[in-house]
C-alpha cells in the first residue's frame, strides 16, 4: 500500500527543523526511522501535508558520556544503541531490551528517540526508560526543557512533546554495575510484546540494595512495578526474596484484553516474567 | 516531485520521484530491479531486503527520499553478471529454496549477517533472520546455507570487499 501524497523536507539542523514545525504545525509530521510511521501512513491511518525528515540532522545522532548521566541523541538507531559499549556499560536494561526488539532490519532504521516518541504501549523500551529514570530533553523554537519519564509517557501513543516540539535526546542516570534483564513473552509469529518485564537491580553484600522494576503492555502507558521494587530493597538476594516481590508485579495495573490474552492472563505472565528478569538481573539461581 | 540521487547496484542514478514512493517501488517501477519483491504489507516478512548505505533494511519501509545521496544494493547487484556471490551459491548447493520468493531477501540479510559475524552459529544464524519469513522450506536449509556460505566465505579471503562496498 502506498502513502497519501505528502511534502517532505529533510532539514540539516534542528534549528530548521523546528521552524517548518511551527510553520505548519496542523498538517506535519516527523520522520525518524519510519519504521513506526511508514506503516501508519501506508494503511493510511493519517495523512499528514508534509513529512519533516530529521534523517539528516547529525547533532541529533550518537552517545556520549556526560559524567552522571548518558545521553543518546533521539536518531540514533537502534543498532547503534545495542552496539555500544558506553550503554551495555551504565545501561544495561537498555541493552538487554534492545536484543529482543523487532529484527536487525528493524534495528538498522528505527530509532531510540523515535520509538519513545511513538510511545506505543507494546514498545519495549518505554519501560526500560522509565525503570532507569530517564530525563527527556525537548526542544522547541523558544529553547528547550527537560521532562521526567514519570511525566514524559501521558497516555496511548501519547507523550508530553507538543505539536511545536521535538524530541532532541533522552539522558540516562548512569546504573554502572547494575544486573540487568529484559524478559519479553510474545506470540510466536510477531515480535511485538504481549507483556514484557524490565528489571535492573543493585545487590551488595547478598542483600538487594536497589531495584526497578519497568513493567511494558500493562495498562496503556508503562508502569513501575512499585510494591515489588519496595520489598526487594533491604532484603537478601534469594529466591524466596523474589518469589515473594514477583507475586506483587500486577499490584495496580490495568492491563488490557485483546486477542492475546485477557488481563487475567497478562497479570500472570507479569508476575511469572517478573520473577524471571529479577532471578537473571540478580544472578539468583 | 523531488530529485534524488543515488548509486545503485553500483550505477549511479538520478530521477524525480514523489516524495510519498517507497524505495522497493522505485527500485522495481523505476529502474526495473524486479530482482527485489514484496511479500507483504506490514513490513514483517523481509523478501524486500536489500543494503542501504551497507546495512540490511525493508525497502517497502524505507522512502525513495530518504535514500537520496545513498548507496544501494539489491540481489541484483550482489555479484557481477554471470557470477555467484558466495551466498548465493550456498543456497542453491544447500536447497536452501523452495517457491524461491523469500530468496532475494534471505540472501541480502544473510549477507548483512555475515558481514558482521563472518562465523556464526546456528542460534545467531536464525536470530538474524528474524525478520525474514519463509512459508516453504521450515528454514533448515536456509541455516544450513547460510553456515556454509560462511566456511565458503572463509576458504576464500578475500572475498565480498568488492561486491557490497
Ligand atoms: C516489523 C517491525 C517489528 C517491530 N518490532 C518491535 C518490537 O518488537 N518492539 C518495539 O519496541 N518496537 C518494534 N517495532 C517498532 C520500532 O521500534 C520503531 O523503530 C519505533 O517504534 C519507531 O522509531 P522510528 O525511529 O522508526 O520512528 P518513526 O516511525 O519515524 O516515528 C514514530 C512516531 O514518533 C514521532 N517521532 C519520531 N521521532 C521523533 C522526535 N525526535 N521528536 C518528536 N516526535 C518524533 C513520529 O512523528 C511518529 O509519530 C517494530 C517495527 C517493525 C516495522
Ligand atoms: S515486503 Fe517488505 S517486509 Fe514484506
Ligand atoms: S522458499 Fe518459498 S517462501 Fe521461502
Keep these: 500500500m502506498i502513502p497519501a501524497a505528502f511534502d517532505y523536507v529533510a532539514p540539516t539542523t534542528l534549528d530548521e527543523a523546528l521552524a517548518s514545525l511551527s510553520a505548519h504545525r496542523d498538517d506535519v509530521k516527523i520522520l525518524a526511522g519510519g519504521q513506526s510511521l511508514l506503516p501508519v501512513l501506508r494503511m493510511r491511518l493519517n495523512e499528514p501535508g508534509l513529512l519533516i525528515d530529521l534523517g539528516r540532522i547529525e547533532s541529533l545522532r550518537g552517545i556520549r558520556d556526560d559524567g552522571d548521566a548518558l545521553v543518546i541523541g533521539a536518531m540514533t538507531t537502534h543498532h547503534d544503541v545495542s552496539a555500544s559499549a558506553l550503554v551495555q556499560e551504565h545501561a544495561l536494561l537498555i541493552s538487554e531490551a534492545m536484543t529482543h526488539l523487532a529484527d536487525p532490519q528493524v534495528r538498522h532504521r528505527g530509532t531510540f528517540g523515535g520509538a519513545l516518541s511513538h510511545a506505543d504501549p507494546a514498545g519495549d523500551l518505554c519501560a526500560p526508560a522509565l525503570a532507569l529514570g530517564a530525563t527527556f530533553v525537548i526542544a522547541s523554537a523558544g529553547g528547550s526543557r527537560t521532562v521526567d519519564a514519570g511525566s514524559f509517557f501521558t497516555g496511548l501513543f501519547e507523550t508530553a512533546i507538543g505539536e511545536d516540539e521535538i524530541l532532541a535526546e533522552v539522558r540516562i542516570p548512569k546504573h554502572t554495575d547494575w544486573g540487568a534483564r529484559y524478559e519479553k513473552f510474545v506470540q510466536i509469529a510477531y515480535q511485538w510484546s504481549i507483556v514484557g518485564v524490565a528489571a535492573t537491580v543493585q545487590v551488595e553484600g547478598g542483600l538487594f540494595a536497589a531495584a526497578r522494576v519497568g513493567l511494558t503492555n500493562m495498562g496503556i502507558v508503562p508502569l513501575r512495578a512499585e510494591a515489588t521494587e519496595s520489598s526487594l530493597v533491604g532484603q537478601p538476594a534469594t529466591a524466596e526474596t523474589i518469589a515473594a516481590a514477583a507475586a506483587l508485579a500486577a499490584d495496580g495495573t490495568n492491563p488490557p484484553s485483546d486477542l492475546n490474552g485477557d488481563a487475567d492472563y497478562r497479570r500472570h505472565l507479569a508476575r511469572v516474567l517478573t520473577g524471571r528478569a529479577l532471578r537473571a538481573a540478580s544472578g539468583v539461581a | ?165
Aim: proline share 4%; hydrophobic share 35%; aromatic share 4%.
Design chain 2, 1 to 165: 516531485m523531488t530529485s534524488i540521487r543515488l548509486i545503485v547496484d553500483g550505477r549511479q542514478v538520478a530521477d524525480e520521484v514523489e516524495p510519498r514512493t517507497l524505495l522497493v517501488q522505485y527500485l522495481r517501477e523505476q529502474l526495473g530491479k524486479t530482482g527485489t519483491v514484496i511479500g507483504c504489507d506490514t513490513s514483517n516478512c523481509g523478501a524486500c531486503t536489500v543494503h542501504l548505505n551497507g546495512r540490511s533494511v525493508k525497502s517497502c519501509n524505507v522512502l525513495a527520499v530518504q535514500a537520496d545521496g545513498g548507496e544501494v544494493t539489491t540481489i541484483q547487484g550482489l555479484a557481477p553478471a554471470g557470477e555467484l556471490h558466495p551466498v548465493q551459491e550456498a543456497f542453491r548447493e544447500w536447497h536452501g529454496l523452495q517457491c524461491g520468493y523469500c530468496t532475494p531477501g534471505m540472501i541480502m540479510q544473510a549477507v548483512d549477517l555475515l558481514n558482521e559475524n563472518p562465523s556464526p552459529s546456528e542460534e545467531a544464524v536464525r536470530a538474524g533472520l528474524e525478520g525474514n519469513l519463509c512459508r516453504c522450506t521450515g528454514y533448515h536449509n536456509i541455516v544450513a546455507a547460510v553456515r556454509h556460505a560462511s566456511e565458503l566465505m572463509a576458504n576464500r579471503q578475500p572475498v565480498g570487499s568488492g561486491a557490497d562496498a
